[in-house]
């Protein structure tokens, strides 16, 4: 008897390929595939919320190296001689007898002490799209221990648009972060420097790795619409690629 439902069930689910012109045995290759693309997506969601806390929070966005100078140059002015760098929240130096400080601007508590308005603004939205992506990395992780159903697709669908969203707003804050390189504090480092045009400055790893941040999370919506286990076409998520 249990041989002879197990048939029957076997035979339903061919039909069924069939009629999707399918192979017999896609639905377990797709249910493997799925859970596959469920766990990459949700590896790599946690990853780019840990480079994007990191980049973000790293003072080195801005950064001027220490001029090697000799001893007949010593009657320069000092900070022509200094290695400084420049973050969202951090300004850190270092003096010829190499001593490294780093200070927050105006402290933790006085946030509207940030030399530039601009600086400001990337401030923001750096850390709100990144506690974005965090939010939507716990939604990626719930999912691996959710029964596959309308719950898990409605919660990748929601973890792809909060990835989305967080994609456009951390790229508007590295694009605006260029326009405070003319304020009185970065000049008195850098020279000349202008929106952005960072002088004798130049742009520092930190920065760098905040944009390729933000490239990598272009694809995390697009892992999202094959996140969920065992379904046969992608959640209604707008495609990007």
Known sequence: MHSLLGREKKEEEARFGIDLGLSPGFLPQAATMFSCVGCFWVLLSSALVAVCSFSFISPAWIVKDQLRTS??????????KESVSFGL??????????????????GLGKFAEIPSSSWQTSAVLCSGG????????LLAIITIFLPSGGCERRICTLA?????AAVFIMATGLLVYPFGLNSSLVRSFCGDADI??????????????AIVGVMLTVFLPFFAKYAPKEQLSPTPLPTLL
């Open 71 to 80: 001893h007949q140059h010593h009657h320069h002015h000092a900070n022509n």
């Open 89 to 106: 929240l951090w300004h850190c130096s270092e003096s010829l007898d190499h001593m490294y400080r780093c200070y927050t601007f105006g």
């Open 130 to 137: 990144c506690a974005l992506l965090a939010v939507s990395s």
């Open 160 to 164: 792809g648009y909060m990835q989305m």
């Open 196 to 209: 952005y045009y960072a002088g004798e400055c130049q742009i520092g790893w930190g920065y760098m790795l």
